[in-house]
C-alpha cells in the first residue's frame, strides 16, 4: 500500500526533476534551467576567452603574417615576400652563434637556479633560529625592480667596481667581468639567478613542508641514510613542483633581454647575445621588423618544443601529481 504523499512516474519515463519544462501552450519550453546554466558558465569564461583571443592568439597569427612580409619602418615598405625571411633565417650567418649563446645561457641558469633553490629550500626548511630572517632575505630580490637591480650589479661587476674592490682588499685581483666573453656570460647568469632564485625557493619550501613526516620516520626506523631519504622521498614527493619551477625557469631563460641590454648590450662582441636580443636588435634597431617577426616564430618553437619535450617527460620522473 503506497503513502498517499508518495508520487510515481510511469516505468519509462525520467524522474520529475529531469522532465522538460512546460511552455504555455504545454510544449517543452527553450529556456531551460539547463540552459540558464551553460549560458551562466558561458558568461563567466568569457571574460578570460576574449583576453586569450586578444593578447595571445591574435598576436601570435600576427606574428606569423607579419614574418611573411619585408617590412622595414625607415623606408615604409610592407610588401608580401611569403618564405624569404624563413630562407634568410636558414641562411643567417650570425644565427649559430646567437643559439649557442641561448643554450649557454639557459642551461647555466635552468641548473644553477634550481639546485641553489632546492639547496636553500632544504636548508630553511630546518627547525633553526633566524630562518624568517633569511627567507626574507634571499625572497626580497624578487620583489626588486630588475632594471634597477641590473644597473646596480652593473657597477659592482665593472673593472673598477665593488666586486674587483672586495677581491682586491683580499690579496686577489678580479678580471673585467663584463669585458671578457666567458666572464659577461657567468655575470649575466649569477646576476639572474640572484634576482629570480628566492621564487623556486619559496615554491621548494612549501612543497618540501607537504611531505608527511611519517614517511622519514619510517625510513629513519629502516636504517636509510640521508642520501637514501632525500632520493628515494624527498624528490619523489616534490617532483610536480620540480616540474613546474623547470618549465617556468626554461621559458624565462629564453625570454631574458633586459639584463642583457643592461649589462653587457650583447657583448663583448655576440658573446651575450641571446635569441631575444638578437630579435630586438633586428625589429627595434635596424627596423627590419618583417625578419625581427620572423626570429618571433623561431623563438615560440623552441619555446613550445622544450615545454612539450618537458611535459612528455614527467610521465617517467614526476609522480604524486595530484
Do not use: C
Not at 36 to 45: C, E, S, T, V
Not at 261 to 270: Q, S
Not at 307 to 314: D, K, L, S
Amino acid at each position: 500500500m503506497t503513502s498517499p504523499h508518495k508520487t510515481t512516474s510511469p516505468r519509462g519515463t525520467a524522474p520529475r526533476g529531469d522532465a522538460p519544462e512546460a511552455g504555455p501552450s504545454g510544449k517543452p519550453a527553450w529556456w531551460t534551467a539547463r540552459r540558464r546554466d551553460r549560458l551562466a558558465g558561458y558568461a563567466f569564461i568569457a571574460p578570460q576567452l576574449a583576453g586569450t583571443a586578444l593578447f595571445v592568439i591574435l598576436p601570435l597569427g600576427l606574428m606569423f603574417w607579419y614574418s611573411l612580409h619585408d617590412w622595414n619602418v625607415l623606408a615604409g615598405g610592407f610588401v608580401f615576400s611569403g618564405a624569404e625571411n624563413y630562407e634568410r633565417l636558414a641562411r643567417d650567418p650570425a644565427l649559430p652563434g646567437v643559439l649557442r649563446a641561448t643554450a649557454a645561457f639557459s642551461v647555466g641558469l635552468v641548473a644553477l637556479n634550481l639546485s641553489l633553490a632546492l639547496l636553500l629550500a632544504i636548508l630553511l626548511n630546518q627547525r633553526l633560529r633566524g630562518t624568517v630572517v633569511f627567507r626574507t632575505i634571499f625572497f626580497s630580490p624578487v620583489a626588486v625592480t630588475l632594471v634597477a637591480w641590473t644597473i646596480v650589479w652593473r657597477f659592482l661587476l665593472q673593472d673598477d667596481g665593488g666586486i674587483n674592490g672586495l677581491l682586491s682588499a683580499l690579496g686577489a685581483e678580479g678580471p673585467n667581468w663584463l669585458r671578457g666573453e666567458t666572464t659577461a656570460m657567468i655575470s649575466v647568469i649569477v646576476v639572474q639567478v640572484l634576482k629570480n632564485v628566492g621564487l623556486n625557493m619559496v615554491l621548494f619550501l612549501a612543497a618540501l613542508q607537504g611531505v608527511p613526516k611519517e614517511l622519514y620516520e619510517a625510513s629513519t626506523i629502516d636504517g636509510a641514510g640521508a642520501w637514501t631519504r632525500f632520493r628515494r622521498i624527498t624528490m619523489p614527493m616534490i617532483s610536480p613542483t620540480i616540474l613546474l619551477t623547470a618549465i617556468i625557469t626554461v621559458v624565462g631563460s629564453l625570454q631574458v633581454f633586459a639584463q642583457i641590454d643592461v649589462l653587457t648590450g650583447g657583448g663583448p662582441g655576440t658573446a651575450t647575445t641571446v635569441l631575444v636580443y638578437y630579435l630586438y636588435q633586428n625589429a627595434f634597431q635596424f627596423h627590419d621588423f618583417g625578419y625581427g617577426a620572423t626570429l618571433s616564430v623561431l623563438l615560440f618553437a623552441i619555446v613550445l618544443v622544450l615545454t612539450v619535450i618537458q611535459w612528455q617527460m614527467r610521465r617517467k620522473w614526476v609522480v604524486h601529481e595530484d
